[in-house]
């Protein structure tokens, strides 16, 4: 028989679904008396206990079992009839008034949309660029000595300077009184890398082990205290103990200690330039593949399901809880979290993932088998043994459906770029970086 389907909205549907309330009974009936082999009840042998028993304890919940299923089934069937791509779940609700001996349903839900994607050739994307220069491969070798540096004390006539470790008691009072955070002893921290407010590491500046200091501070009105954000306070500063840094000279020695198979700096240098125009390279493809994602969403026109959208405030709520667990928040599956926080970005979701996967079917983007293992061999070789991260890839299937994704989303990316009005930019390495 044709299945009716009643248009409500843009993409809301509705479909009246009829079963036999003789085919419930008798799968009521049939799934109770396969319960009934297996119950235990007191006075009874197992597989001896009367159906009226068995009914009266079970009843309830198997026939709204078998409801969920019949309905359920009724629902798919009818949606395949008519050939509707179901977005999201149906709202199932009772319907008064059907013929005798049968039980009447209403089903509400939505369709994905028609996603229709405009010209790309007259769509402007930003592609950047970025070179690792001399500069950049000496900034990591600077790191990596501040990595492995070490400190001596220094002189008691020597006064702080930026790159020497501190030793400090202090405390500081808002109005005359001490607050939490405050106050510490034996503190240690390294002057000139922003550790502490810029006014305190001013203050510390100059002074010599033994030395006290009284100075005024202003806590920015940002600042992540909020008890103390905004307020002036006071505080006395002594310090304990100055110790010079030492770096360790770049030779054949430095880079041995790093695991340079040949122990020489021009190697060092050349591996660690190889291993920045890796992270390079995936920093400028997600940067990329970002402007490209924007693009599409201008020139898609589409209606976005709802239930769609629910359903992704739904996961990343379940996401914001777990991270909040991860890091130790007591009660974290109680936290109150507004779902109208993630709205938005959730909305963003759903609309790029029907974009994307238009885009995918009517090109034939797929990421192929090929693809997948280039890309999973590209990222293991920053790894000790690239062999074993291959392994640890291919022996988890969502891992895989990861990589699928990502290789996916670089096709559609390669696709844009390749029809889209393109604007090169060159951008500077710590740029992209900091980024």
Same mark, same amino acid.
């Given at each position: ?8 909205d843009k993409?809301?549907r509705k479909?009246?679904?009829?079963l036999s309330?003789?085919?419930i009974k ?9 319960l009934a082999?297996t119950?235990k009840?007191d006075?009874?042998?197992p597989?001896?206990?009367?159906m009226?028993i ?11 079992e078998v ?5 359920g089934e009724?629902?798919?069937k009818a949606?395949?009839?008519a ?6 779940a149906?709202?199932?609700?009772e319907?008064?008034?059907?013929p005798e001996g049968?039980?009447?349903f209403?089903?509400?839900?939505e369709v994905?949309?028609?996603v229709?994607?405009g ?5 402007e ?6 070179e ?7 900034k ?6 501040k990595?492995?540096?070490t400190?001596h004390?220094r002189?008691a006539?020597?006064?702080a300077a930026?790159g ?6 202090f405390e ?8 939490e955070?405050?106050?510490?002893e034996?503190?240690q921290f390294?002057?000139g890398e922003?550790r502490m407010?810029?006014a305190f590491?001013?203050?510390?500046r100059g ?9 005024p501070?202003?806590?920015?009105d940002?600042?992540h205290?909020k008890?103390v ?8 500063v ?9 770096l360790p000279?770049?030779?054949d020695?430095?880079a041995?200690?790093l ?12 591996d660690?330039k190889k291993?920045?125009?890796? #992270? %390079?390279?995936?920093? *400028? !493809?997600a940067?990329n593949?970002?402007a490209v994602m924007? &693009?599409?969403? @201008? /020139?898609?026109e ?5 239930s769609?959208?629910?359903?992704e405030?739904?996961r990343?709520?379940e996401?914001a809880?777990?991270?909040l667990?991860?890091?130790g928040v007591?009660d974290a599956?109680k ?13 963003r ?6 974009v994307v996967a238009?885009?995918?079917k009517?090109?034939?983007?797929k990421?192929?088998p090929?693809?997948?293992?280039a890309h ?5 070789q920053s ?5 074993e991260v291959?392994?640890w890839?291919?022996?988890?299937m969502?891992?895989l459906a #990861? %990589?699928?994704?990502? *290789? !996916?989303e ?5 696709f844009?770029? &390749?029809r889209? @009005? /393109? ?11 900091g980024?």
């Amino acid at each position: 028989m044709a299945v009716t389907v009643e248009t409500l909205d843009k993409l809301e549907r509705k479909i009246t679904l009829t079963l036999s309330a003789d085919v419930i009974k008798n799968e009521v009936e049939s799934r109770l008396k396969r319960l009934a082999r297996t119950v235990k009840a007191d006075g009874f042998r197992p597989g001896k206990v009367p159906m009226s028993i068995v009914a009266q304890r079970y009843g309830f919940s198997v026939q709204y079992e078998v409801m969920n299923d019949k309905v359920g089934e009724a629902f798919a069937k009818a949606a395949n009839e008519a050939q509707l791509k179901v977005a999201g779940a149906p709202r199932i609700t009772e319907k008064e008034g059907a013929p005798e001996g049968e039980l009447a349903f209403d089903a509400t839900f939505e369709v994905y949309p028609d996603v229709k994607i405009g010209d790309l050739a007259g769509t402007e994307v930003e592609r950047v660029s970025t070179e690792v220069t001399e500069a950049a491969i000496d900034k990591t070798v600077d790191i990596l000595r501040k990595q492995r540096r070490t400190f001596h004390q220094r002189p008691a006539a020597e006064a702080a300077a930026d790159g020497d470790r501190v030793t400090i008691d202090f405390e500081g009072k808002i109005d005359g009184v001490p607050f939490e955070g405050g106050k510490a002893e034996g503190f240690q921290f390294l002057l000139g890398e922003g550790r502490m407010l810029e006014a305190f590491e001013k203050a510390v500046r100059g002074m010599k082990a033994g030395e006290s200091k009284t100075f005024p501070l202003k806590f920015p009105d940002d600042y992540h205290g909020k008890d103390v954000a905004g307020k002036e306070a006071d505080f006395l500063v002594t310090l304990k103990k100055v110790e010079a840094q030492q770096l360790p000279e770049v030779n054949d020695d430095f880079a041995k200690s790093l695991g340079i198979a040949d122990g020489s700096v021009d190697a060092l240098r050349a591996d660690i330039k190889k291993n920045l125009e890796r #992270e %390079v390279k995936f920093r *400028v !493809l997600a940067r990329n593949k970002g402007a490209v994602m924007d &693009a599409l969403l @201008k /020139v898609a026109e589409l209606d976005v399901p709802k239930s769609l959208v629910q359903g992704e405030v739904e996961r990343m709520t379940e996401a914001a809880r777990a991270d909040l667990k991860a890091r130790g928040v007591k009660d974290a599956d109680k936290a109150p979290i507004p779902a109208e926080m993630f709205q938005p970005q959730a909305e963003r979701r759903v609309r790029l993932g029907l974009v994307v996967a238009e885009l995918v079917k009517t090109n034939d983007l797929k990421a192929q088998p090929d693809q997948i293992k280039a890309h999973i061999e590209e990222m293991a070789q920053s790894y000790e043994k690239p062999e074993e991260v291959v392994r640890w890839y291919y022996s988890d299937m969502q891992r895989l459906a #990861e %990589v699928e994704a990502v *290789v !996916l989303e670089n096709n559609v990316t390669d696709f844009v770029l &390749a029809r889209a @009005k /393109v604007v090169d930019k060159a951008l500077p390495f710590d740029e992209l970086m900091g980024a």
